[in-house]
Nanobody, 116 residues
Framework: QVQLVESGGGLVQPGGSLRLSCATS????????MRWYRQAPGKERESVAVITSAGSSTNYADSVKGRFTISRDNAKKTVYLQMNSLKVEDTAVYYCNTYVQGRERWGQGTQVTVSS
């Protein structure tokens, strides 16, 4: 079955960096665009970044543009989110996402907390 497993979250100080990973299985990873979303307490889930199936094109939310980088390794069936210059307002649960076999697919999420 389709599985997405995020990792790499944690506690970091403002200005710091984290790299999130999302390992996948159960589908042909290289065929599908992948996305990262986040959800902060009391807020709706929002799209952060998207990457096309071959990795040739990316797009970012304005709030993270220039600070976050989405990438993928199709051989490892993994998508990454490099987060630099983190801000307190980046605190959220981060989820990877794709649309496979007619359904949205989500991982369990990984908590990112930015605090001094």
């Amino acid at each position: 079955q389709v599985q997405l497993v995020e990792s790499g979250g944690g506690l970091v100080q403002p200005g710091g960096s984290l790299r999130l990973s999302c390992a996948t299985s159960g589908f042909t990873f290289s065929f599908y665009a992948m996305r990262w979303y986040r959800q902060a307490p009391g807020k709706e889930r929002e799209s952060v970044a998207v990457i096309t199936s071959a990795g040739s094109s990316t797009n970012y939310a304005d709030s993270v543009k220039g600070r976050f980088t989405i990438s993928r390794d199709n051989a490892k069936k993994t998508v990454y989110l490099q987060m630099n210059s983190l801000k307190v307002e980046d605190t959220a649960v981060y989820y990877c996402n794709t649309y496979v076999q007619g359904r949205e697919r989500w991982g369990q999420g990984t908590q990112v907390t930015v605090s001094s």
